[in-house]
């Protein structure tokens, strides 16, 4: 069962950057790997994934403000978070899609199989 980890999160002001990370401890390389968020009181949302060929796929509240990225060699996936806002605030989940090879990245939270356990992001006005 492959395990994942995320790190990165915290605390910063409106407009600010965060890099969040996700570690697995095994290989990835073949899986979509995505990255969730879910808010106090809301349901858990999609924020962007990535397919093993790195063909990507954004929520509209985030594109153009944050990048996924992979490095299968690290069997680590990262979201570099850039002009936040506060209603980015939200536990970030890493998730993990064991589809081998499946050149769409998804964005139904149905569609994976593995999740960290969260990191927190606050983005204060």
């Known amino acids: 069962q492959v395990q994942l980890v995320e790190s990165g999160g915290g605390l910063v002001q409106a407009g600010g950057s965060l890099r969040l990370s996700c570690a697995a401890s095994g290989r990835l390389s073949a899986y979509i790997m995505g990255w969730f968020r879910q808010a106090p009181g809301k349901e858990r949302e999609f924020v962007a994934a990535i397919s093993w060929t790195k063909s990507t796929l954004y929520a509209d509240s985030v594109k153009g403000r944050f990048t996924i990225s992979r490095d299968n060699a690290k069997n680590s996936e990262y979201l570099q978070m850039d002009n936040l806002k506060p209603e980015d605030t939200a536990v970030y989940y890493c998730?993990?899609?064991?589809?081998?090879?499946?050149?769409?990245?998804?964005?139904?939270?149905?569609?994976?199989?593995?999740w960290g356990q969260g990191t927190q992001v606050t983005v204060s006005s």
């Open positions: 998730a993990a899609d064991f589809r081998r090879f499946n050149p769409s990245p998804s964005s139904a939270i149905n569609d994976y199989d593995a």
